[in-house]
């Protein structure tokens, strides 16, 4: 079974990103973040609507950071603090080697391959230091462009469970893809 320790905090980097810890500095980008309807479109929690809400979604990410069970960045341009998105491995297997990657952006961000970029830089901690035999993704099947994130990323579709979760009066579909370690393939970014 994996052991695993976020002491120090790792940070990673690529030619144009760099992936930092989330800190309460980041209150105003997380509420914009994960107050946004169209951001959450796809995602079954509740919008966070005041920057209290939004300090308890940063100490989640510290609190499983601390506990060494789940781990997730601030994506950031190298050279500018400000919080353009979050990434991380959480839903930790270690007795499987396995983790649950997610992420999100900001909209003025998106379609620049920023995540695309992000996501090989945290497969290749997960990989090549974590030492993870699989990462899964799970996603709504109506979110087509994070499905084609997904795949351009070597991502491959496993499963598609119909009506497997009840958020806010509706059931929603999941679909799981899947990359294994063999299969990884990183990128000069």
Known sequence: MLTLSFTPFPILESNRLLLRAVTVDDVNEVMELRGNPETMKF????????????????????????????????????????????????????????????????????????????????LDYGFNVLNFHSVEAVVDPENYVSCKVLEKNGFVKEAHFLENEYWDGKFWDSVVYSLLKRNFVKKNY
């Open 43 to 122: 995602i079954p929690r509740p919008l966070v609507t005041s920057p209290e809400m939004a300090l308890e979604h940063i100490a989640m990410i510290s609190e499983k950071i601390e506990n060494n069970i789940g781990i997730n960045w601030a994506i950031t341009i190298k050279g500018n603090p400000k919080l353009l998105g979050i990434i991380g491995h959480y839903r930790i297997q270690p007795e499987n080697y396995r983790s649950e990657i997610g992420y999100m952006l900001l909209p003025e961000y998106q379609n620049q391959g920023i995540t695309s970029e992000a996501i090989n830089i945290v």
